[in-house]
């Protein structure tokens, strides 16, 4: 018998993908300890493992693979080789048409690109000419960074997602930080510029080390100049390179139709979170697991439920359960507003003091 752990390491499945895969009724353990609640897989279940760890990384639906595993436990060959045919011809069809769609991108993109090509330079030189200097209070860029940071990427085939957007305009910096599903915004009152927006993406380790340098009272200077940026506190100073490409129009991905909103006790609501039912859905860890989500619910009285398993209301939203505990955290108040619309439009999780620092979470399509 193989323990979860081993299970995992051996399959190639992580153990929180086991753990879905036991609920979904897909990959169940052979024995469960009816005390510790433990998983224990038998030798024979290594083969299942291994080809479930395949059909996921193909990217098969999870109805197919309980077909593919069903008739390949039967030995029922056509059915395995019907099912394994029509999802690759699905991934070609699919793939054929990305790469149409691709190429008109890209012609377009290169319409727009070509009158300016004699004017551009790196995405970190295009913010300006000269040097930028502005004024900030350390207390309220280091509560910016904190309220951003935890939403940025970590995906380097996607390396405009990597950093910090710190955004100069008139009497405000903006930081916004984006992984695709999740993206946090906050401010800054800023003094000392009257020029043109000036916007530069900061690696993490170096909004990190900025980040250590916030601990006085007294003003800091954040400096632009080309491709690099420094952050002076007095005497101190951090500074390094910008990442060298454009981060998305962030204004653009903001303005979201009204929803319901809702004013919660921070401590009460993640407790609910943290103790209550957990679902899963198809947003993935890197290794393709699925991710435990909570479903949530406005009930009539205007508070915000977690549902329990079963409660499948039209309006139920899920969304990552990690993700929404780190937007708590980084949420920095005893009380905070979470607005809710569609299931499909994201989760807003405001400050009741500050319209200007939140955090937008995906919604998570839940499994069937």
Do not use: K
């Not at 069903?70 to 070609?92: K, P, S």
């Not at 993490?204 to 690099?228: C, K």
């Not at 949530?296 to 209301?313: I, K, M, P, Q």
């Amino acid at each position: 018998m193989r323990s979860i752990g081993e299970m995992a390491r051996d399959g190639g499945l992580s153990v929180s993908a086991l753990r879905f895969y036991d609920r979904a009724g897909v990959l169940v353990p052979a024995w469960v300890d009816p005390v510790s609640g433990y998983r224990w897989y038998e030798p024979g279940q290594l083969e299942e493992a291994h080809l479930l760890a395949r059909l996921r990384r193909a990217g098969m639906p999870l109805a197919d693979i309980r077909l593919v595993l069903a008739g390949w436990a039967g030995a029922d060959t056509d059915l395995v080789r019907g099912l394994l045919d029509a999802h690759l011809r699905r991934l070609e069809l699919g793939l054929s048409d990305a790469r149409s769609e691709f190429s008109t991108l890209r012609a377009l993109l290169d319409r727009r690109e070509n009158p300016m090509t004699s004017l551009r330079t790196t995405a970190a030189a295009t913010t300006a000419a000269a040097a930028t200097r502005v004024s900030t209070s350390p207390l309220e860029l280091a509560a910016a960074l904190d309220t951003v940071r935890f939403a940025a990427g970590s995906d380097p085939e996607l390396p405009m997602l990597t950093g910090i957007l710190f955004d100069v305009e008139g009497d405000e910096l903006r930081l916004v930080a984006t992984d695709r599903y999740r993206m946090a915004v906050a401010r800054a009152h800023a003094t000392g510029h009257d020029g043109a927006r000036t916007q530069v993406l900061v690696p993490l380790p170096l909004a990190d080390a900025m980040r250590a340098l916030l601990t006085g009272g007294e003003p800091v200077d954040l400096v632009v100049d080309g491709d690099r940026v420094t952050l002076e506190a007095g005497e101190r100073q951090t500074a390094g390179q910008v990442i060298g490409h454009e981060f998305p129009d962030y204004r653009r991905l903001v303005h979201l139709p009204a929803g319901r909103r809702v004013r919660v006790d921070t401590a009460v609501f993640r407790a609910a979170l943290e103790n209550g039912p957990v679902r899963t859905g198809e947003a993935g860890d890197p290794d393709g697991a699925p991710r435990e989500l909570s479903v949530l619910r406005v009930a009539e009285d205007g508070t915000v439920v977690v549902c329990d398993d079963g409660d499948d209301e039209r309006d139920n939203v899920g969304v990552d359960r990690e993700y929404l505990l780190h937007a708590l955290t980084a949420g920095a108040r005893d009380e905070l507003v979470l607005e809710m619309g569609a299931p499909t439009a994201p989760l807003v999780i405001r400050r009741p003091d500050d319209e200007n620092a939140f955090s937008l979470l995906m919604p998570v399509r839940l499994e069937s």
